[in-house]
């Protein structure tokens, strides 16, 4: 299966990186079946970064490796999928046993659906409701240096503004 990484840089060797954020599924490498999500994560990051190009790189996925893995995958929004992305959105430290996580974006504008959730605002259910409203894209966080080894470098494509 080809995946995609959208980056500042070519990333040939994917690694595994500490973020000054908190991010859906931990710490690692984040990748998407999605070639259009790629494309819209280079280009915030060339715009924060404020650089005019950057890249998309795409990787073939080892199923096989994969399957002998420590994985944990949601195919769409559930109770399960929330609770898991609010662990590691809102507590500090807290890290995962998983090698590698699979399931939908919770992008900007569903985000502001947590908040909600978060502030007490809406409940779980209702929460669930919404983002099945959404067409979400699929992300993938390989957690672990094993996870990255399910990943082959293909080729890397130019983004400019």
């Not at 840089?9 to 908190?22: D, L």
């Not at 995962?96 to 605002?121: M, Q, T």
Request: glycine share 6%.
């Amino acid at each position: 299966m080809k995946i995609y990484h959208g980056s500042i840089e070519v990333v040939e060797k994917p690694e595994i990186r500490e973020s000054n954020r908190t991010l859906d599924y931990g710490q690692g490498f984040y990748a998407t079946s999605s070639y259009a999500q790629a494309e819209a994560w280079v280009r915030r990051r060339m715009a924060e970064k404020r650089v005019s190009e950057g890249y998309i790189c795409a990787y073939e996925l080892d199923g096989a490796a994969m399957q002998q893995m420590n994985t944990l995958s949601f195919d769409n929004p559930t109770e399960g999928w929330v609770d898991f992305v609010m662990q590691n959105r809102t507590q500090r430290g807290y890290v995962h046993e998983f090698d590698i996580v699979y399931g939908p974006v919770a992008n900007d504008r569903v985000y502001a659906s947590f908040a909600l959730y978060e502030g007490g605002l809406i409940n779980k259910q209702t929460l669930i409701s919404e983002l099945k409203a959404y067409k979400l894209v699929d992300q993938y966080l390989f957690h672990t240096e094993k996870a990255l080894q399910a990943l082959t470098f293909l080729e890397a494509k130019e983004i400019k503004l």
